[in-house]
């Protein structure tokens, strides 16, 4: 990485430390200035408003030490990307230390154009939001291990990966179970105008599937012409000249091919209902198969973490045993703890950002920030375009300070739908730009919860000697922010002015 030149001066977790500092300190300064705005709710049953008068808590006051010394252990135990990185680290371990990952991804990437498998690295990820927060966990070791193996550098990959997950955590072609949390909130804000208004759930998937294959593309041309020569030659620890699979190799691939493919069919059949004995992995107590399915109660959804580190185990064990690289069960005791060595550092990391995590939402100033921006709606008298791109750019600076998406909707729909709706545009079409604006800056946040498992993959994968910082992490991803930003405020536009339906049963304007 000799181009890069970049010093870093402060680690990620000391800089995680002030972090946590300076949110205590103005916790602290707002709630004393009486940091507050008023929060409007609609009841979803008689459809009236109410109005919540909210404030900054305050942590420098004693219910806020309390709760930093009482729950710090709590939060950090119970902080969800720690948990699942290292339960999907021992199923990528058990790939790697058998060598199934290698092989297979040098079989695939020595086939393909550099290019391509960029590009199907970032669709792959752009669509991944459809399996919710796991896929960062899953997918940014599993492309810098595309990019090792491909003998390319796989910072490259964990950047372009982190921002195709980013950038498409808004772009949903298939209805998914935040999508139908949204819908709710704006329907229940749209009948507030229109009692027997109705929202499909498919209304926006013909923009939705424009938006992923323009943004893959554009994205894949970024990474390849701006963001890899930025990087130097990865320096791997040895070179070895291609050859052919060995007769052992192809017995590994065949043997890792009949039994995740038997593991892929069993757990099939447990997500479709109706038939005999299936549907195991639903919650039958939801109505719409997506929420069966990714309900807080659905076995799936709350199992889908071990399910996938069993597929990636099945893929490296059977793997071994076909090319005898695991001979015994002590060996695939090893391949279990392989990706957890030396990980010591990483979790130290993991703990301050679960700490600065859990102390912002304590804090309420992002909920305050939302409350402020949504209330823009009442005092302006925009319709049309500049509507449009207020939405917008609002749904991008709401995302800096709550990532969570339905957290923002839930404060800025009761006031953004009837406004939309008076003015001619669609509620169907507000969500989405409020969607493609999340998309653009979720990426820039170190507020969002799996930022931090970015920042661990970037430094276990450095191998200059460097650290890198958190500000740097987050200079990778501004390319490919502004990039998204013109294309997907471009498209809304193009779509507006045209009057293209935004998918089945749903238009742009009412």
Same mark, same amino acid.
């Given at each position: 990485?000799?181009?890069?030149?970049?010093?870093?001066?402060?680690?990620?977790?000391?800089?995680?430390?002030?972090? *946590?500092?300076?949110?205590?300190?103005?916790?602290?300064?707002?709630?004393?200035?009486?940091?507050?705005?008023?929060?409007?709710?609609?009841?979803?049953?008689?459809?009236?408003?109410?109005?919540?008068?909210?404030?900054?808590?305050?942590?420098?006051?004693?219910?806020?030490?309390?709760?930093?010394?009482?729950?710090?252990?709590?939060?950090?135990?119970?902080?969800?990307? !720690?948990?699942?990185?290292?339960?999907? !680290? *021992? &199923? /990528?371990?058990?790939?790697?230390?058998?060598?199934?990952?290698?092989?297979?991804?040098?079989?695939?990437?020595?086939?393909?154009?550099?290019?391509?498998?960029?590009?199907?690295?970032?669709?792959?990820?752009?669509?991944?939001?459809?399996?919710?927060?796991?896929?960062?966990?899953?997918?940014?070791?599993?492309?810098?291990?595309?990019?090792?193996?491909?003998?390319?550098?796989?910072?490259?990959?964990?950047?372009?990966?982190?921002?195709?997950?980013?950038?498409?955590?808004?772009?949903?072609?298939?209805?998914?179970?935040? =999508?139908?949390?949204?819908?709710?909130?704006?329907?229940?804000?749209?009948?507030? /105008? =229109?009692?027997?208004? @109705?929202?499909?759930?498919?209304?926006?998937?013909?923009?939705? %599937?424009?938006?992923?294959? !323009?943004?893959?593309?554009?994205?894949?041309?970024?990474?390849?012409?701006?963001?890899?020569?930025?990087?130097?030659?990865?320096?791997?620890?040895?070179?070895?000249?291609?050859? $052919?699979?060995?007769?052992?190799?192809? @017995? &590994?691939?065949?043997?890792?091919?009949?039994?995740?493919?038997?593991?892929?069919?069993?757990?099939?059949?447990?997500?479709?209902?109706?038939?005999?004995?299936?549907?195991?992995?639903?919650?039958?107590?939801?109505?719409?198969?997506? =929420?069966?399915?990714?309900?807080?109660?659905?076995?799936?959804?709350?199992?889908?973490?071990?399910?996938?580190?069993?597929?990636?185990?099945? %893929?490296?064990?059977?793997? &071994?045993?076909?090319?005898?690289?695991?001979?015994?069960?002590?060996?695939?005791?090893?391949?279990?703890?392989?990706?957890?060595?030396?990980?010591?550092?990483?979790?130290?990391?993991?703990?301050?950002?679960?700490?600065?995590?859990?102390?912002?939402?304590?804090?309420?100033?992002?909920?305050?920030?939302?409350?402020?921006?949504?209330?823009?709606?009442?005092?302006?008298?925009?319709?049309?375009?500049?509507?449009?791109?207020?939405?917008?750019?609002?749904?991008?600076?709401?995302?800096?300070?709550?990532?969570?998406?339905?957290?923002?909707? !839930?404060?800025?729909?009761?006031?953004?739908?009837?406004?939309?709706?008076?003015?001619?545009?669609?509620?169907?079409?507000?969500?989405?730009?409020?969607?493609?604006?999340?998309?653009?800056?979720?990426?820039?946040? $170190?507020?969002?919860?799996?930022?931090?498992?970015?920042?661990?993959?970037?430094?276990?994968?450095?191998?200059?000697?460097?650290?890198?910082?958190?500000?740097?992490?987050?200079?990778?991803?501004?390319?490919?922010?502004?990039?998204?930003?013109?294309?997907?405020?471009? %498209? /809304?536009?193009?779509?507006?002015?045209?009057?293209? $339906?935004?998918?089945?049963?749903?238009?742009?304007?009412?």
């Amino acid at each position: 990485m000799s181009k890069r030149k970049e010093k870093v001066t402060l680690h990620p977790i000391m800089m995680f430390i002030i972090l *946590i500092g300076i949110v205590i300190l103005f916790s602290g300064l707002l709630n004393i200035l009486d940091f507050e705005t008023e929060i409007y709710r609609v009841n979803s049953t008689t459809l009236e408003y109410s109005r919540e008068l909210v404030g900054v808590e305050s942590l420098l006051s004693l219910e806020g030490l309390k709760y930093i010394f009482s729950d710090t252990v709590a939060n950090f135990v119970g902080f969800t990307p !720690l948990s699942t990185l290292i339960i999907i !680290l *021992i &199923g /990528i371990g058990v790939m790697e230390k058998s060598g199934f990952l290698k092989t297979a991804i040098t079989c695939v990437t020595k086939k393909l154009k550099k290019n391509t498998m960029t590009f199907l690295i970032l669709f792959a990820s752009i669509c991944a939001s459809v399996f919710g927060d796991l896929t960062f966990v899953a997918l940014l070791p599993i492309s810098a291990a595309i990019f090792k193996y491909g003998k390319r550098n796989p910072l490259i990959g964990i950047v372009a990966s982190f921002a195709g997950l980013t950038c498409g955590q808004g772009l949903s072609v298939i209805f998914t179970s935040v =999508d139908s949390s949204l819908l709710s909130l704006s329907l229940v804000s749209a009948r507030v /105008i =229109d009692i027997g208004y @109705r929202m499909a759930s498919i209304s926006g998937v013909f923009i939705m %599937l424009v938006a992923v294959l !323009l943004l893959s593309s554009v994205l894949t041309l970024l990474t390849e012409n701006y963001i890899a020569p930025r990087f130097g030659k990865y320096e791997v620890e040895e070179e070895e000249e291609e050859r $052919p699979l060995s007769k052992s190799e192809i @017995r &590994g691939l065949v043997f890792a091919g009949i039994a995740s493919f038997t593991y892929v069919i069993i757990f099939l059949y447990n997500i479709i209902p109706g038939l005999p004995f299936s549907g195991n992995l639903l919650d039958n107590s939801q109505l719409l198969y997506v =929420d069966k399915l990714f309900s807080y109660n659905s076995f799936f959804s709350n199992g889908f973490v071990f399910i996938v580190t069993i597929f990636f185990i099945i %893929l490296g064990l059977f793997y &071994g045993i076909g090319s005898k690289t695991i001979r015994n069960h002590r060996e695939f005791i090893d391949t279990l703890g392989h990706s957890l060595d030396g990980i010591g550092k990483s979790l130290v990391l993991i703990f301050f950002a679960s700490v600065f995590v859990s102390l912002f939402r304590k804090s309420n100033i992002g909920t305050v920030i939302v409350g402020f921006l949504a209330n823009i709606f009442q005092s302006v008298n925009f319709v049309g375009l500049p509507l449009i791109i207020l939405l917008f750019l609002v749904a991008m600076l709401a995302t800096f300070v709550v990532p969570s998406s339905i957290s923002k909707w !839930l404060i800025l729909s009761p006031v953004v739908i009837p406004v939309f709706m008076n003015a001619g545009i669609s509620p169907e079409f507000a969500q989405i730009i409020f969607r493609f604006g999340e998309s653009v800056t979720m990426g820039l946040t $170190p507020i969002l919860a799996y930022f931090v498992i970015y920042l661990v993959m970037l430094n276990i994968h450095e191998k200059n000697g460097e650290t890198i910082g958190l500000f740097q992490a987050i200079r990778f991803q501004i390319p490919y922010a502004v990039v998204s930003f013109i294309v997907l405020l471009a %498209l /809304i536009v193009l779509w507006y002015i045209v009057g293209l $339906p935004l998918g089945i049963n749903g238009i742009t304007v009412l």
